[in-house]
């Protein structure tokens, strides 16, 4: 699949799929389709190979000719690593914080045996604790959000816990102090909860305050209660859930249908008994998020070959779903998730020439997208990063933003300038400084460990992307294979 | 307040209002701005109103305490809001509140008709004076109309447009109107701003689409032929509605048609392109200027760069544009060394310095033309 390229050749990734020929054009950010001996001078020059290169006749040769006059096959490739944010960071960080997380609890009802903070499970984060939020500290961080703010035009707290709402009446107040601090803005809040807490009231208090609210639910009763138990009694907590849905949707039918489920897939499960999750009829109605069971480092996740068939069979409905020739009801939820994550995933890969100086598609801006703030205060780029890691501290209530630390993780690329400078992936990187978090440290060497992974992804983005070319072409009649064509053209 | 002069408070200020806090005394010098209030959230109480646009200041403080400034004031200024948002309920209350403290309205903010007529009606029995600006309609026009060819203003013409929403052009327009009056020149200023109505200009809605297309372009060139018999001026200055052209494929804006309409029914003789920060240079400008010339048969003449960065990373509204605004005196460092290099006027049209510069090459381009004018 990849080739190697040094700086004198062309930036590009070329591919071919059974009905075409291809190369992704990394300083344009656009796949250009080719025909077949377009494609094989392209692969040989790539490849060095002076003995085919001559091979080829004056009509491909004077195409490449063409296709570098229109700026495409670029030798060109970045000159210096520099996030473009970077001369603006202060102004950012001063003026525009989007959005805050509090982390209200470190304390959780549940023993789930994937979570981050389970005892044992991940030695490399913190442990679930009685450690709650003070009100005093949940003020002062609506406050800095407050004056961190001037330029954001929807402000937005989330609730983060543990479970959120063992620490339900701080929630209270800090939604009823942002409204006083934030009045005359239309602040917002979200929460991710277990659900097992949901209170009649408390159902009431969040649909009357429109709270974004997401309900983590892991498929059905079989699944959900292999691994989401309560701490208590190790029993399963699918019927304390399922309960709560039910409630909201008979108490406020219109709230309920802007609750999502947070599903966490252990695909070790078949996809079928996954999805039966979704013939309740309220959970049917309700949007699905979903991603696969993380593990620590070193650790592998396992596929069941149930799994794999039948995702599979469902993407292939999916995909065909998409092009008006299957009926969406009879695609499995989740893939219809995934299919949405695709449609929405391949609108990045646009125009768009990248300058001499420029970073890797992965990180945000550090604490301005969704700031971090532990129980005790301290700061983090998200809810994502490990707490105890000296690298993703980047500052505390009252020492404020540490705008060196923010720094070097916003511009994580330059840890491996030059392996990022000549990679086809590099305006769809998708790699940030969690990534490179080694033992508190940011570590070139662990950042190249996902190298691998991110690559992966960026090509089955593109992919995805020819796929529906290649599928819209063949169904509107266009013809099956594109080795006749004798021109090339951007992938619409 | 100054002694024979109605004291003002406008409210609920936000940044989009700063043109017509600066310009208020001017256009209207009966009247004086004693207090701006806006509600708290917005982080400005005790701020000079330039901080919301993180500029220098502009003389206006901010303060949040609306009942004491409205019992302070002679005439409450309600400020225009979109209708969906927050700080449109707070002009409401503001409304409430001044009919409860007896003090006259203005308003700006876009009422439904029926509570308006509540209001006027209260506000009549009160014996408390209200006045809301409404929008001009375009005229109708006849088959006879459209089979004529359109009506080529004596006057010339200038469009400011944006490439962005809010990128300060509403600024630069009372900016431009304000000083073409002061040079003496009778000016005919439009707009879909609704202080203009205020001030003594239009207001129309030119992004409104409803009816035929055709007849829509003929139906705005009525409506600037109407403006210019009765108000005879000697320069008319358009401010256009929307954005001159969809920023990306997720941010459409109305893809530049209504700009587009609006330059098919006059034609601009002058035009003053407005942007956000960081558009420089002229390998940028210059091919734009062409591209302007083609779709709407004018080039670029004068650029203002406004302290508005766009912020690439916010995820909040992908169809909406973010902005941060840059630190004024950052913005004018970097305009300063910009500025002489150009082959166009290119600076920060706020600033009276540029704008002399934009009226003093209308005039000689436009209006004191020795030879060769049609008419």
């Not at chain 1, 929630?171 to 991710?192: C, L, M, P, S």
């Not at chain 1, 020439?353 to 990180?363: F, N, R, S, T």
């Not at chain 2, 200027?289 to 203002?304: L, N």
């Amino acid at each position: 699949m990849e080739q190697q390229v040094k700086q004198s050749k062309p930036l590009i990734l070329p591919f071919k799929t059974p009905l075409g020929f291809y190369f992704y054009e990394t300083n344009r950010n656009e796949i250009v389709a080719v025909n077949e001996q377009l494609y094989k001078y392209i692969d040989a020059v790539i490849k060095d190979n002076e003995q085919e290169i001559h091979q080829f006749g004056e009509e491909v040769v004077r195409q490449y000719g063409d296709l570098k006059d229109c700026g495409y096959l670029c030798t060109n490739h970045v000159k210096e690593i520099k996030h473009p944010a970077t001369d603006e960071l202060e102004l950012f960080l001063e003026r525009k914080i989007d959005s805050i997380t509090l982390q209200v609890t470190q304390k959780c009802n549940l023993r789930c045996s994937y979570c981050v903070y389970s005892e044992n499970s991940y030695p490399s984060q913190r442990s679930h604790s009685e450690k709650m939020m003070s009100f005093e500290t949940a003020k002062k961080a609506v406050d800095f959000y407050f004056m961190h703010s001037m330029d954001t035009k929807q402000p937005n707290i989330s609730f983060y816990g543990g479970e959120p709402f063992l620490n339900e009446e701080l929630i209270k107040q800090v939604v009823d102090y942002a409204r006083r601090v934030f009045e005359g803005r239309n602040i917002t809040f979200t929460t991710t909860t277990n659900a097992t807490l949901l209170t009649d009231d408390l159902i009431d208090y969040l649909a009357e305050n429109k709270f974004n609210l997401m309900i983590s639910l892991d498929g059905p009763k079989s699944i959900h209660n292999q691994n989401r138990v309560f701490a208590a009694n190790k029993k399963g907590s699918y019927d304390t859930v399922i309960r709560n849905i039910r409630k909201i949707w008979e108490n406020h039918p219109e709230f309920a249908k802007t609750v999502s489920i947070n599903m966490v897939i252990n695909p070790e499960n078949s996809y079928e008994e996954i999805n039966k999750l979704f013939n309740d009829r309220y959970i049917r109605k309700m949007r699905c998020l979903h991603s696969i069971v993380e593990k620590d480092e070193g650790e592998t996740v396992n596929y069941s070959d149930e799994y794999v068939n039948e995702s599979l069979y469902n993407q292939f409905l999916g995909i065909l779903s998409t092009v008006g020739r299957f009926k969406k009801a009879g695609v499995g939820k989740t893939t219809i998730d995934e299919i949405e994550n695709m449609e929405h995933e391949i609108q990045k890969i646009r125009y768009g020439v990248l300058g001499d100086v420029a970073a890797p598609g992965g990180p945000c801006i550090p604490g301005k997208m969704r700031l971090f703030i532990n129980c005790k205060g301290e700061f983090y780029p998200c809810e994502r990063v490990n707490e105890i890691s000296e690298c993703m501290n980047i500052g505390s209530l009252d020492r404020g933003l540490d705008k060196d630390k923010i720094n070097s993780l916003l511009n994580i690329g330059k840890l491996t300038e030059d392996e990022c400078r000549n990679c086809w992936a590099f305006t769809q990187c998708i790699l940030c400084g969690k990534k490179a978090d080694k033992d508190g440290k940011l570590s070139a060497e662990k950042k190249r460990k996902y190298c691998q992974e991110s690559k992966r992804m960026a090509f089955s983005k593109i992919k995805n992307k020819v796929l529906l070319f290649e599928l819209k072409r063949h169904l509107s009649g266009e013809g099956n294979s594109l080795n006749d064509v004798n021109i090339f053209r951007e992938v619409k | 307040m100054i002694m024979g002069k109605s004291a003002i408070c406008a409210v609920p200020f936000s940044a989009e209002d700063i043109p017509v806090i600066v310009n208020l005394t001017n256009f209207m010098p009966e009247y004086v701005v004693d207090f701006v209030v806006a509600p708290g959230g917005l982080g400005l109480e005790g701020k000079d109103i330039g901080a919301a646009e993180n500029r220098g200041e502009l003389g206006y403080t901010v303060t949040s305490n609306l009942n004491d400034s409205i019992k302070s004031c002679d005439t409450v200024l309600i400020l225009s809001k979109d209708k969906s948002g927050h700080l449109y309920d707070y002009g409401i209350k503001a409304v409430e509140e001044a009919i409860r403290q007896r003090k006259d309205i203005i308003c700006l903010l876009d009422l439904d008709r029926e509570t308006m007529n509540r209001y006027k009606e209260i506000c009549h029995e009160e014996n408390i004076g209200f006045r809301c600006i409404l929008e001009d309609e375009l005229p109708r026009v006849s088959y006879r109309d459209i089979s004529e060819p359109l009506y080529h203003p004596y006057a010339p013409v200038v469009f400011i447009g944006e490439l962005a929403e809010n990128v300060q052009g509403y600024e630069v327009f009372y900016n431009l109107v304000k000083l073409c009056q002061d040079k003496g020149l009778r000016v005919s200023a439009i707009g879909p701003e609704r202080a203009n109505g205020l001030f003594g200009f239009h207001t129309i809605d030119f992004s409104d689409m409803r009816g035929e297309l055709g007849s829509r372009v003929y139906r705005v060139n009525k409506y600037v032929r109407n403006i210019e018999e009765q108000e005879n001026p000697g320069i008319i200055i358009i401010k256009l509605p929307k954005p001159m052209m969809k920023f990306d494929e997720d941010v459409r804006y109305d893809f530049g048609l209504s700009a587009y309409m609006v330059s098919q029914a006059v034609p601009a003789s002058f035009f003053i392109a407005c942007s956000p920060y960081g558009f420089f240079s002229e390998k940028f400008w210059e091919p734009m200027s062409g591209s302007f010339q083609a779709k709407f048969g004018y080039e670029i003449d004068a650029v203002h760069i406004s302290n508005k960065m766009i912020d690439n990373t916010d995820e909040m509204d992908k169809n909406k544009l973010c902005f941060v605004h840059m630190p004024g005196r950052k913005v004018q460092e970097v305009i300063e060394e910009v500025s002489d290099e150009s082959s166009f006027i290119l600076g920060n049209l706020t600033e009276p310095k540029y704008m002399e510069r934009v009226v003093e090459e209308i005039e000689n381009s436009l209006i004191h033309v020795p030879y060769g004018l049609i008419v």
